[in-house]
């Protein structure tokens, strides 16, 4: 057996495993539903309840293999995606025609626990919430952007992000506030917000409008240095084309001669990383445009983001008065 053969089988019989375990818990899953909605109106027993419930739905081995894909992923305690799935649909069905106050109560507790399965399910509440009570959802999603150290919980809340901007444009604001932000995580927030807009069932999700924005404010990230800023932007960048091919592929003729002429790798990357829904015709004059233009070790950003921070900082800096030894 080659070394490829019994890597393929390997796999074979881990996902065969992972399939079995999933099966046999799924009528649990959705048991834990149907319990957690019982219980919103009592948050104390509610988390008592979801702790305890998807415990008992954790697989182990699941552990070490959602740690090696996420570096920075806290306390997990191994719940597969398609149990946590199951679980929150019933929940959500079964919790149809609690009130909003109290779904939101239950939802901040669950964004405010360390355990990254008990803070996604938390953060699957909140496309609903910002529909029926925007002001305080909002303050929760922010909270939970900034306190978001990985790309599982980012991705997670760009859905809601994306959801709470369909319902109110002026709400595109969030993510341009987002542009300076320190944390590559925040930054990361934008591209996948835009990701996901299209996808998101609501009016508007694929009007070019959408595509306009969304090119603005790539247009300040591109040149992150950051890898998981970048390929959220190159997804992104794949999404939006869904909607205007033909501004993104102007787009990115703009960006690819910037990245040609100044040797930029880190806008090269993203660039080519976001053309496979382009025509291949155009997609072929981009890559060969970009030649021989990589990615270096150390190259600091290059965005107009990044160089508007470093003036803020300056003139923060010349600002500050100079301490001055007291005479004695």
């Not at 999404?239 to 033909?246: K, M, N, Q």
């Not at 072929?284 to 190259?299: F, S």
Request: net charge positive.
């Amino acid at each position: 057996m080659t070394g490829a053969t019994a890597a393929g089988a390997t796999q074979s019989a881990t996902t065969a495993a992972s399939n079995r375990f999933v099966d046999a818990h799924r009528d649990g899953a959705g048991a834990l539903g149907d319990r957690l909605a019982e219980l919103v109106a009592d948050p104390d027993m509610f988390m008592v309840a979801i702790v305890a419930g998807l415990t008992g739905l954790a697989d182990p081995a699941y552990v070490d293999g959602i740690h090696a894909v996420t570096p920075g992923l806290g306390p997990v305690l191994g719940v597969r995606l398609p149990l946590l799935e199951a679980a929150h649909r019933r929940f959500r069905r079964a919790a149809r025609g609690t009130s909003t106050a109290l779904t939101l109560d239950v939802t901040d507790r669950l964004l405010r626990n360390q355990i990254g399965e008990i803070r996604w399910f938390g953060m699957w509440n909140l496309e609903r919430l910002v529909a029926t009570d925007p002001e305080r959802t909002w303050q929760l999603m922010r909270r939970a952007a900034h306190e978001a150290g990985e790309w599982i919980s980012v991705d997670t809340l760009a859905h809601p992000y994306g959801a709470g901007i369909l319902l109110d444009a002026r709400r595109w604001s969030e993510l341009e506030g987002l542009v300076y932000a320190s944390s590559r995580w925040q930054r990361r927030l934008i591209g996948s917000t835009l990701a996901t807009l299209p996808h998101v069932k609501l009016a508007g999700a694929r009007d070019k409008g959408v595509a306009m924005h969304g090119l603005t404010l790539i247009g300040h990230l591109i040149g992150d240095a950051e890898p998981d800023v970048q390929k959220a932007l190159a997804w992104a960048l794949r999404s939006l084309a869904r909607i205007d091919a033909a501004a993104v592929t102007a787009f990115l003729e703009k960006e690819a001669t910037t990245a040609r002429d100044t040797d930029d790798g880190h806008r090269a990357w993203v660039i080519r990383e976001g053309l496979s829904k382009l025509p291949e015709k155009s997609a072929a004059l981009l890559r060969g445009r970009l030649e021989g233009v990589r990615k270096r070790p150390g190259a600091r950003s290059t965005s107009r983001a990044a160089a508007i921070a470093v003036e803020f900082s300056l003139a923060g800096a010349a600002s500050r008065p100079v301490h001055q030894p007291r005479e004695e």
